[in-house]
């Protein structure tokens, strides 16, 4: 009997059997999943759901069974257990269980679809307990290595708290992590993510499954219950030790903590604006007087010294200029003993008053006079002295009436000085200028405003803009601005234009342009969606593994994938294009590949990187000659040889502690070895798909019975044994008992080969940014090196079709003058979006012939020595005479 115990934050000790009920040691808030479950004729209710009998009898078990149950607990029960997830910030998932030998499924899944939020599944492919959970938008999985799949019964417990989890099984302890990021516990905010189908458009709790037909779980459960607090496997393993606080107790008390420190904080902060304005107050009751001069005077006094006027605030004197009336004269005066200015008298000639200190001009007796407080004293004026000199002759000079001076005719009296407006024209008259405000203006002349021609139609100062236009008032005059879509006619006049047809538009070039009156619109393209102004492709199947969509249906697919929305991995070992040493074999990935060592070589260091050098199977003891054979080591093997050890010698082979006779056959399930000359040679039979006797065990990929259903893309299926990566994990379709099952694990990522790889948020692992298929191809003037591809060293530049494949196609690329290093870089069709299942065209594929290999500058490839080239670039010197062949390990 096993109990897991997933845990985050505190500690569990030792474990109780599964002998006996489990019964809570204390009181806790809890919920079983199954109680108050309506039982009666459950398999006519939930096909594939039937009670069953458990380790003991005071609880309700069930057996899951069948591909097509839908085991959704109600709403109520749902809404319950969100409220008790998100109540405390600890929990604790508790079950007992019997799974299916081999079976991967879900046992407690909170999920949007086949999105998990919180998840327990166990795999009995990978022997894996798995906690799928989500935070901050993100996914993660941490796994235990724990074999649940055995069809024995166990207990299980989930224990979260704050960011810790650890695992008990059988109410032992086995493991206690610390979690990437605290597990998300408040899912009532979460929204709709699919509404594809009836389940998909709302978060939902499954038991048994975490979707429809996906991940489901064969077996038997009972006890299933959500219990809130800390050390809640107590409730199931009452004898396991605990320590205080655990992490989710230490994480309330620091919110705790921080929280009693804000409002510290804000006390603080309003006890110091109290204390100041306490002070204020105190100081407005404390009355000081001021002492000037001897005198006293009382704190508000006010008084005059000699033109400042002076208070009395709280004991300080403050002095201020004594502040003056306006007045209303030219010429104001300040008396003696004044601080302001006055006006004295006016003086009254012919009808005018005049201010103290104005000209009074009387030309026409030559007389001036000044007004002097109210006074008008006047002198006359000589008109030999007081006249200006005139320029002209005599005879031409000339009087004026009410004048005292003469003139000359012709006189440039605006040459002279004036003081027009700068938005007016000085005009010179017979004996002085006048100021006239020009076109646009109005005034006297010496002052000028604009004219607003804009406020009335037609008239002197109105506009004459017209149709399809508007008035736009400017410094002297208007312009009429055409309307938004239309077109001068002329300065008045505009009519409308068509932007779509005159390309005077801003429509994305993926959009269409239907023209309006004044205006127009942008409609983006089918398989284009956005404004109009903007405009992307869309791909009606999301691109998978870090692909674009940059065509409607077509994604650009990164290295190391392939499919119309870069589903599946491209195996670079099966299509020739990895670049492995000879003495290396090529192990293909999701998404990538590396080289391993063949049998009889092993891995060592080197400048150049990892090497494959020869092993000697006889000095490691890994050779099969028998003890009287002479065992002799070769390049990549040995031979057994009975040269000179007498009659005695055999030539039979030593397997597994065994003798097995020369030329005698040993036969595993999917591998036949045969004893030749004291050396075992094992080989796996090729799958031949097309014999209808052929071991599905041994060669999965030819059960077409067996698919697997892409888990977004519904389109897409997988034969068993194919992988493809799955939200940074990595899937296979599995056979089984009952049909095909997919189990997904964490993804491996492939080593870089670079010094600052990135992750962008659509990365799983890192990568480097000099990836060949998108890479800006400059114009060199080199021809750049070859590529090596399978046997062969293909021209630079020449590209050509991948054997067996008709949607991926390769070329030898040199992305910069300066780096004339050929590299592959291989993509897949867009022309191929939409074609038959693939599942067929594998089949088909397998009767092709291998088309002509590309354009070739050597039919041998250079010896290479290295296995791995952190670089991962290719040969740097032209085929004549090449170097070692430096091949990348793990890099494409």
Request: negative net charge.
């Amino acid at each position: 009997m096993l109990v897991l115990v997933v845990a985050v934050g505190g500690l569990l000790t030792t474990a109780s059997a599964l002998a006996s009920p489990p019964a809570p040691a204390f009181p806790r808030p809890h919920i079983d999943l199954f109680e108050g479950l309506s039982t009666h004729n459950l398999s006519d209710a939930i096909p594939g759901v039937n009670l069953a009998m458990g380790p003991h009898s005071t609880g309700t078990a069930i057996s899951f069974e069948g591909t097509d149950r839908k085991f959704l607990l109600p709403q109520s029960v749902f809404s319950k257990v969100v409220d008790l997830l998100s109540s405390s910030p600890e929990f604790t998932l508790t079950l007992s269980l019997q799974q299916r030998e081999g079976n991967v499924g879900s046992i407690f899944s909170l999920s949007n679809g086949s999105n998990s939020y919180l998840e327990l599944q166990s795999s009995g492919y990978k022997n894996e307990v798995r906690l799928h959970y989500t935070h901050g938008g993100r996914t993660f999985v941490e796994s235990f290595q724990v074999h649940l799949a055995d069809g024995v019964w166990h207990r299980l417990a989930l224990w979260v708290s704050g960011a810790q989890v650890e695992l008990l099984v059988d109410c032992k302890h086995h493991f206690k992590r610390v979690l990437h990021a605290s597990p998300d516990r408040n899912f009532t905010n979460v929204s709709s993510q699919q509404s594809d189908s009836e389940f998909g458009d709302q978060l939902a709790l499954w038991l048994g499954q975490r979707y429809v037909k996906h991940s489901l779980f064969m077996g038997i459960l009972q006890d299933v219950r959500v219990v809130a607090g800390p050390h809640g496997y107590l409730s199931q393993c009452p004898k396991v030790d605990s320590v205080c606080p655990t992490c989710g107790q230490f994480q309330l008390l620091q919110a705790t903590v921080e929280d009693l420190t804000a409002r510290v904080n804000q006390l603080v902060q309003k006890l110091e604006a109290t204390e100041a304005r306490i002070r204020v107050v105190e100081e407005c009751d404390c009355q000081k007087s001021c002492r000037v001069n001897g005198s006293v005077h009382s704190d508000g006094a006010t008084w005059q010294r000699d033109c400042d006027l002076c208070s009395c605030v709280k004991g300080v004197v403050q002095c201020r200029p004594v502040q003056c009336p306006e007045t209303k004269c030219k010429n104001p005066v300040i008396a003696p003993g004044d601080c302001c200015p006055s006006c004295l008298k006016q003086c009254y000639f012919k009808g005018v008053f005049y201010d103290h200190g104005e000209q009074v001009n009387n030309e026409k007796q030559c007389v001036e006079c000044k007004c002097e407080n109210g006074v008008l004293r006047c002198t006359r004026i000589d008109p030999r002295t007081m006249c200006p000199e005139l320029q002209c002759p005599p005879e031409q000079q000339f009087s004026v009436p009410d004048k005292c001076c003469k003139y000359c005719p012709g006189t440039d009296y605006c040459a002279k000085g004036h003081v027009c407006h700068p938005n007016a024209t000085c005009l010179n008259l017979q004996t002085e200028y006048s100021c006239q405000c020009n076109a646009g203006f109005h005034g006297n002349g010496r002052v000028c405003k604009d004219v607003d021609e804009c406020r009335e139609i037609g008239g002197r100062l109105g506009h004459y803009c017209g149709l399809n236009t508007i008035c736009r008032n400017s410094q002297g005059s208007y312009k009429c601005e055409c309307l938004p879509g239309y077109k001068r006619v002329d300065a008045f006049n505009c009519r409308e234009h068509n932007e779509c047809s005159s390309g005077d538009h801003k429509c994305h070039p993926h959009a269409t342009c239907i023209n309006t009156e004044g205006s127009y619109s942008c409609h983006c393209n089918p398989g284009y969606a956005g404004d109009g102004f903007v405009c992307h492709p869309v791909c009606n199947e999301t691109c998978q593994n870090g692909g674009v969509c940059v065509a409607p249906n077509a994604c650009s697919c990164r290295r190391g994938f392939t499919g119309p929305s870069c589903e599946r991995d491209l195996d670079e070992c099966a299509l020739g294009i990895a670049q492995c040493h000879e003495a290396a074999t090529c192990v293909n990935q999701p998404g990538w590949y590396y080289c391993t060592c063949k049998p009889g070589y092993r891995s060592a260091s080197s400048s150049n990187g990892p090497v494959c050098i020869d092993e000697d199977e006889c000095a490691s003891e890994k050779a099969t000659c028998h003890s009287t054979a002479k065992c002799m080591n070769t390049d990549g093997s040995y031979q057994c040889s009975c040269e000179g050890r007498g009659p005695e010698c055999s030539l039979s082979c030593i397997f597994n502690g065994v003798e097995v006779a020369d030329g005698g056959q040993v036969t595993s399930k999917c591998e036949k070895c045969k004893c030749e000359a004291g050396q075992i040679v094992c080989h796996r039979p090729k799958c031949d798909c097309f014999d209808p006797k052929v071991n599905h065990d041994c060669c999965p990929e030819c059960d077409l019975a067996t698919q697997c259903q892409h888990q977004e893309l519904h389109n897409v299926y997988f034969r068993a044994g194919e992988q493809w990566l799955y939200k940074c994990q990595t899937c296979e379709c599995l056979r089984g008992e009952s049909g095909a099952q997919i189990d997904c694990w964490k993804m491996d990522c492939p080593p870089v080969q670079c010094e600052h790889p990135v992750v962008t948020s659509d990365d799983c692992c890192p990568r480097c940014e000099d990836d060949p298929c998108t890479l800006y191809e400059g114009n060199s003037s080199s021809p750049g090196q070859p590529c090596p591809y399978a046997g062969h060293y293909v021209v630079s530049g020449s590209e050509w079709r991948i054997a067996g494949d008709n949607c991926t196609s390769c070329r030898c690329k040199v992305p910069y003058c300066d780096r004339l290093d050929g590299r592959l870089c291989c993509s897949y069709g867009n022309q191929c979006v939409g074609t038959a299942n693939l599942v067929d065209d594998g089949l088909e594929q397998q009767q092709q012939q291998r088309p002509e290999p590309p354009p070739a500058v050597s039919q041998q490839p250079p010896a290479p020595q290295a296995l791995a080239d952190p670089s991962g670039r290719g040969p740097a010197s032209p085929p004549s005479a090449p170097p070692p062949l430096p091949l990348p390990l793990g890099s494409r």
